[in-house]
């Protein structure tokens, strides 16, 4: 079951909703495409598997619902929630996706998504949740709600990591793209990973890679999480 924060507003019209999709788990996507197709209430306007195909559909028929994946072959979906936002102000964006931290969590939301499902849901259950975003609700998992919610705790924690480590050495500081790329080596990403969800060249992730070694005085990525796990550098 998912968690849901409604606002007050009603159903717009009895006109069918337009769906939008982005989503390169081509089998997930054949699911999700049949599930809207059999939906009396909904219609499919375009469908795409990148992230260059989805800006594109961004200049085509409005969607009333964007359903958009994160990790997508040639950068990511975030880029396509930021662009929509901008472009089609009235669309309930809704993400999709196999990541649940929360740098994903909390850039989709800033982008401008209004719903957050993990896809351990199923498809027909991201049909209901596309009637309920269209209805003004925000769909979110609840491991998503909890991050949402551990948010609020997060200045007291670090106030209290500065206190544990103020009688230690002085706590190194990272960039925020230093930060970024942290946390997918802590996650267990490839450089290649990292670097097409960064939208960077390999070569790139690797010069970051080497300015957190130095910064951190490692040599090795065990070194680098340990290090940067006992530093409070980590979002766990």
Same mark, same amino acid.
């Given at each position: 079951?998912?968690?849901?924060?409604?606002s007050?507003?009603?159903?717009?019209?009895?006109s069918?909703?337009?769906?939008?999709?982005?989503?390169?788990?081509?089998?997930?996507?054949?699911?999700?495409r049949?599930?809207?197709?059999h939906?009396?209430d909904?219609? +499919?306007v375009? *469908?795409?598997?990148?992230?260059?195909?989805?800006?594109?559909? !961004?200049?085509g028929?409005?969607?009333? $619902? #964007?359903?958009?994946?994160?990790?997508?072959?040639?950068?990511?979906?975030?880029?396509?929630?930021?662009?929509?936002?901008?472009?089609?102000?009235?669309?309930?964006?809704?993400?999709?996706?196999?990541?649940?931290?929360?740098?994903?969590v909390?850039?989709?939301?800033?982008a401008?998504?209004?719903?957050?499902l993990?896809?351990?849901?199923?498809?027909?259950?991201?049909v209901?949740?596309?009637?309920?975003?269209?209805?003004?609700?925000?769909?979110?998992?609840?491991?998503?709600?909890?991050?949402?919610?551990?948010?609020?705790?997060?200045?007291?924690k670090?106030? +209290?990591?500065? *206190?544990?480590?103020?009688?230690?050495k002085?706590?190194?500081? !990272?960039?925020?793209?230093?930060?970024? $790329? #942290?946390?997918?080596?802590?996650?267990?990403?490839?450089?290649?990973?990292?670097?097409?969800l960064?939208?960077?060249?390999?070569h790139?992730i690797?010069?970051?890679v080497?300015?957190?070694?130095?910064?951190?005085?490692?040599?090795?990525?065990?070194?680098?999480?340990?290090?940067?796990?006992?530093?409070?550098?980590?979002?766990?």
């Open positions: 079951m998912q968690a849901h924060f409604h007050m507003q009603t159903p717009r019209n009895n069918p909703i337009r769906v939008a999709l982005v989503e390169d788990d081509m089998d997930f996507q054949q699911v999700l049949d599930n809207i197709n939906a009396a909904m219609v +499919l375009s *469908v795409a598997s990148t992230r260059a195909q989805g800006l594109r559909a !961004l200049g028929e409005q969607a009333d $619902v #964007l359903l958009v994946d994160l990790g997508l072959p040639d950068g990511s979906g975030i880029d396509v929630i930021r662009a929509a936002h901008a472009q089609w102000p009235g669309c309930g964006i809704m993400v999709s996706t196999a990541f649940g931290d929360e740098m994903h909390m850039q989709s939301l800033e401008g998504a209004a719903g957050y993990l896809k351990d849901s199923a498809a027909q259950s991201m209901t949740e596309i009637r309920n975003i269209h209805q003004g609700g925000s769909p979110i998992s609840p491991l998503i709600a909890r991050q949402i919610l551990m948010r609020f705790w997060q200045p007291e670090l106030l +209290l990591d500065t *206190v544990e480590l103020s009688s230690e002085p706590r190194v500081k !990272l960039s925020a793209r230093e930060q970024e $790329v #942290l946390q997918f080596i802590t996650k267990g990403f490839t450089s290649d990973e990292t670097a097409g960064m939208s960077v060249s390999r790139t690797q010069t970051f080497r300015r957190i070694y130095s910064k951190l005085q490692v040599k090795s990525k065990t070194e680098a999480i340990y290090e940067a796990r006992s530093q409070g550098l980590l979002n766990e």
